[in-house]
């Protein structure tokens, strides 16, 4: 199964997770497990919970949330059911729940999220403000803006204002704002066990290519966020060059200061040191989820102030 | 995306279609867009946001309907009209099932309706536990009952979320 990968990939792994290089391995090329996200601003948990269990799927908790629930057997797809359509869920990797618990956004805190289509995010953000507050969802592309509204409108989110924009360029929006998402474009080289066609298409240079933007993407967040406003940062890529070297550069060249995760204790810390160079101590903040931690995808995800 | 705060009362006429559904502005601020003749709601605070954007926008929170030759509400209205209890149309599990497949009703699908419908009015489709499948068009009045053919003719329903 190995021959599938680059060897350069293979080289990085290996470097970047050493003695759990063959788990790493095993998750690519397992299925992943999917996750619900139980949309309380309409339906309770239990309720959810019996109706999908009386059809047969199998629930079982995440550790960090209670509305959260591992996807352990689907008779059916369950995007077929009326439950889906009604928007009582969301389906989606159990780790990309993370970020918006870790933002946790206040019901007056006015929200972006810089890169939200398709929406698993923004309206994931839109139950914990219960509705109330704004939401500024922002993505480029504009083929994927019909998932980001159907989503909107599937799961009740009615705090939401999508615009199609570049979020690198956003200085002349007209509004500051207390929170920030920003899910990142990334390599996405964590999600090879749901996308094994990337094992094909992943490129040396793409890290670097995608540091670019992720840099001035942060950039752009931190003059975006009022002064002590929070910077939630995320990606599904395993490369230290997306994820702990753009945090560095987040706190070193803007001055933006690392948090603690407050959903650490579920996760791994993030990298000080890699491919054989040492970096910020405090780059131990950020987190990480191995996959095979929680047959997910690999993930990342830090947490800043604008001090 | 031009959205204009436009005065409730200029809609007042959607009250005919679907009596009372102006209701559901209450507290709400009313935004038009002409070009797309799109009828959005927004919070005080979602307004006060969406009128210092210096960007133009492509979409916000609550779709209410749209106003074209024909009025077509969106499923916030009949999620939320459901609970009126009015022109209502309830079905069985198969008729819950063939609606969501954009399929028209008939007689077996259906097992109640308010009191209150009339031939050709627009009517919420429900199930059983009155969550809101779409919108559908009578083909039959209360007063009449329900016999042969097409009753409800389907306009709008949430399978429209299957494939996304
Ligand atoms: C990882 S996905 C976001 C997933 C989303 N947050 C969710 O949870 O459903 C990254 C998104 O960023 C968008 N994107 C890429 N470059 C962008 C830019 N410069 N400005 C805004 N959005 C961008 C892409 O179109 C893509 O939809």
């Known amino acids: ?96 729940t993370l970020p918006p618990i870790e933002l946790s956004p206040s019901q007056n805190d006015l929200v972006l999220d810089m890169a939200a289509s398709p929406g698993g995010k923004t309206t994931h953000l839109s139950q914990l403000m219960n509705n109330k507050g704004t939401i500024v969802a922002v993505d480029s592309n504009k083929e994927r803006l019909d998932s980001l509204k159907n989503n909107i409108e599937r799961m009740g989110a009615q705090n939401v204002i999508v615009l199609n924009a570049d979020s690198r360029n956003l200085q002349k929006i007209g509004v500051q704002f207390d929170k920030i998402l920003l899910d990142a474009p990334c390599s996405s080289d964590g999600t090879m066990a749901k996308n094994p066609e990337l094992r094909k298409k992943i490129k040396k240079e793409d890290y670097a290519r995608f540091q670019k933007l992720q840099k001035s993407l942060v950039k752009s967040a931190y003059n975006l966020l009022k002064k002590g406003g929070i910077l939630v940062y995320s990606t599904c890529s395993t490369a230290p ?36 160079q040492k970096h910020s101590q405090f780059l131990s903040k950020c987190g990480r989820v191995v996959p095979f931690k929680y047959n997910t995808q690999a993930f990342f995800l830090a947490k800043l102030v604008k001090v | 995306m031009v959205l204009k705060q436009v005065n409730p009362r200029e809609f007042k006429w959607m009250d005919s279609i679907l009596p009372g559904v102006t209701k559901l502005f209450s507290g709400k601020v009313v935004l038009y867009d002409d070009e797309s003749k799109k009828v959005f709601l927004a919070s005080k605070g979602v307004y006060n946001v969406l009128s210092k954007l210096h960007i133009p926008v492509e979409w916000i929170g609550v779709f209410f309907a749209e106003v074209g030759e024909e009025i077509k509400f969106g499923f916030y209205v009949a999620e939320k009209y459901s609970k009126f209890g ?33 031939k050709g009015d627009i009517v919420v489709v429900t199930n059983k536990f009155n969550e809101a499948l779409g919108f559908g068009k009578a083909m039959f009045s209360s007063e009449e009952g329900i016999k042969e053919g097409t009753l409800v003719k389907n306009i709008l329903d949430r399978g429209f979320f299957v494939k996304h």
């Open chain 1, 1 to 96: 199964m190995r021959s599938n990968y680059p060897n350069f990939f293979l080289e990085r792994l290996k470097n970047l997770f050493g003695s759990n290089f063959n788990k790493v391995i095993a998750a690519y090329s397992r299925k992943p497990t999917k996750a619900i996200r139980i949309n309380t601003t309409k339906v309770g948990v239990n309720r959810c919970l019996s109706r999908l269990r009386a059809k047969g799927y199998v629930l079982s908790k995440v550790p960090w949330s209670n509305y959260i629930f591992f996807l352990m057997r689907e008779p059916k797809p369950i995007s077929t059911t009326v439950e889906y359509l009604m928007g009582y869920f969301y389906v989606l990797d159990p780790a990309s």
């Open chain 1, 241 to 276: 060059e997306e994820n702990e070297e753009v945090v560095e550069f987040a706190v070193n060249e803007l001055g933006f200061k690392l948090l603690p995760l407050k959903i650490g204790k579920y996760i791994d810390k993030g990298m000080v040191s890699f491919f054989g």
């Open chain 2, 86 to 118: 009015k022109k209502r149309v309830v079905v069985t599990k198969f008729g819950e099932e063939k609606f969501l497949y954009r399929r028209n009703l008939t007689k077996k699908y259906i097992s109640s309706f308010s009191n209150d419908i009339s």
